[in-house]
């Protein structure tokens, strides 16, 4: 099972839309996939139940217990033939509250916003999740989606003024669009979106669905610390 893990602890930041985004993209895969909603809000969920039968079928699951209890009781309850495990997390997440998560995961997304106060929120998770054991050690890899982005925006450039700081060239930049939320309210993602307007779109996603295909072929064991010495992410 691939497992991977969508946070940050700053709310608005799109994690459900990655979530929900990369849920279709491996269904329409043909992969076994299963949605693991941990955020009380249910958002992830509600989506999943919007979604029309016809569609390439996912699994759904809540796990805002894990936040409480063990988060070994929500992976039980994954179905046996589960290929792709996407763990949507709440924002506020602490430290003791988000450890747990990462040891469940092979992989860390990290969405963020081109607001400068939301950014600096980000900017201390991303502390955090340099500290984890997990990413110091490499076990667990590690990558930044720059969010609903407006090209050639001042909020954009300062963005990436920021994320030069922290990575390499390897931030994934989504840009700002409706048709997300379109999409949402009809329990649909942009990959069961065939339309001329969606592949612009699509296109965004293309790096980060090439980084997430590589880590998945990567046994745990031989990965390289992403951050001891500098970069939070790394190709």
């Known amino acids: 099972m691939f497992r991977i893990l969508i946070a940050n602890s700053k709310g608005g930041s799109g994690k459900t839309t990655v979530t929900t985004t990369l849920a279709g993209y491996y269904a329409r895969a043909g992969r076994r996939t299963c949605l693991l909603d941990c955020d009380p809000q249910g958002s992830s969920l509600d989506w999943h139940r919007l979604r029309a039968p016809g569609r390439p079928p996912l699994h759904a699951i809540a796990g805002h217990d894990a936040l409480h209890a063990s988060s070994a009781a929500s992976v039980l309850r994954l179905p046996r033939d589960t290929q792709v495990l996407l763990i949507d997390t709440?924002?506020?997440l602490r430290a003791h509250e988000f450890a747990p998560f990462a040891r469940q995961a092979d992989v860390l997304l990290v969405p963020l916003v081109p607001s400068p106060l939301d950014l600096r929120a980000t900017l201390g998770f991303l502390d955090l999740v340099r500290r984890l054991p997990e990413v110091r050690q490499g076990r667990l890899r590690v990558n930044l989606i720059a969010n609903r982005l407006r090209e050639r925006s001042v909020a954009a450039r300062e963005l990436d003024a920021t994320l030069q700081k922290l990575t390499q060239t390897c931030a994934i930049r989504v840009r700002d669009s409706q048709r997300y939320l379109h999409l949402a309210a009809a329990g649909l993602s942009l990959f069961d979106d065939d339309s001329a307007a969606a592949r612009p779109h699509?296109?965004?996603?293309?790096?980060?669905?090439?980084w997430l295909a590589l880590r998945e072929r990567e046994p745990r064991s031989d990965a390289v610390a992403a951050v001891a010495a500098g970069p939070l992410c790394n190709a």
Request: hydrophobic content about 40%; overall charge negative; glycine content about 8%.
């Open 90 to 92: 709440p924002a506020g």
């Open 202 to 210: 699509r296109d965004d996603w293309t790096a980060l669905l090439n």
